[in-house]
């Protein structure tokens, strides 16, 4: 799976977009990028997945470019509760490997 | 949908004894798999089980050791417990059926605490 690299830390404000960048410069054609988030003390939660077209849920939207060398999580109206770390993950969905490697993620903290 | 479970969420051992942890995949999902997360190594990838077959581990002593039930329900285990062995333990479920990526959900993790 691709390395990813991610700010060790961001603030934003509450009730603002928070943009949380992610570079994978050596993802390969046929990997996902993932995003999870674990609020502290938590199990990490899905947030949203993709590989080459822009996504969006009810959570947050998820915009890779047209390189796919980097990807950008915006979660549109950041509340306190966003408040948690996010993981960046690019892999294959490779049938028999379901290993997610996690590295040291985004510390976010949303301000009041 | 109910999500995935695992028990005891807390757990005080002490060093040398064994312990085993349960996790309760969400209704479906095959696969489960197993992460240690630690402050100093952060999330680390155990191993993942499939249909009642390990396939695929993570670089970890032979003291950790898992099984799957016939009904994806699965159990790891920790022989001879270290003090470096406290960690929060989380399990994950995925439909795993390997196209178009699978999002894998976990559980609330398990707090165990070697004294």
């Known amino acids: 799976d691709a390395k990813t690299t991610q700010p060790p830390s961001m603030d934003c404000a509450e009730g603002r977009a928070a943009n949380l960048p992610c570079n994978h410069s050596t993802i390969s054609g046929n990997e996902y990028v993932y995003w999870y988030r674990q609020i502290h003390s938590q199990g990490p939660q899905y947030i949203i997945h993709?590989?080459?077209n822009n996504e969006t849920n009810e959570m947050a939207s998820l915009i890779i470019t047209e390189d796919r060398k980097s990807s950008t999580l915006i979660l549109p109206h950041a509340t306190l509760r966003d408040t948690a770390v996010y993981y960046c993950?690019?892999?294959?969905?490779?049938?028999?490997?379901?290993?997610?490697?996690f590295g040291t993620g985004t510390r976010l903290t949303i301000i009041p | 949908k109910a999500g995935v479970t695992q028990t005891p969420r807390y757990l005080i051992k002490t060093r040398g004894q064994q312990v085993t942890l349960s996790c309760s995949p969400i209704?479906?999902?095959?696969?489960v798999s197993w992460y240690q997360q630690t402050p100093g190594q952060g999330l680390q990838f155990l191993f993942e089980y499939f249909s009642e077959t390990q396939r695929n581990k993570g670089n970890f002593p032979g003291r950790f050791s898992g099984r799957q039930f016939s009904n994806s329900r699965s159990e790891m285990n920790v022989s001879t417990l270290e003090l470096g062995d406290s960690a929060l333990y989380l399990c994950?479920?995925?439909?795993?059926f390997g196209q178009g990526g699978n999002e894998q959900f976990f559980g609330p993790g398990t707090r165990l605490t070697v004294l």
């Open positions: 994950a479920s995925s439909l795993a």
């Open positions: 993950i690019v892999r294959a969905p490779n049938f028999g490997n379901e290993k997610l490697t």
């Open positions: 209704s479906g999902h095959r696969s």
């Open positions: 993709g590989l080459k």
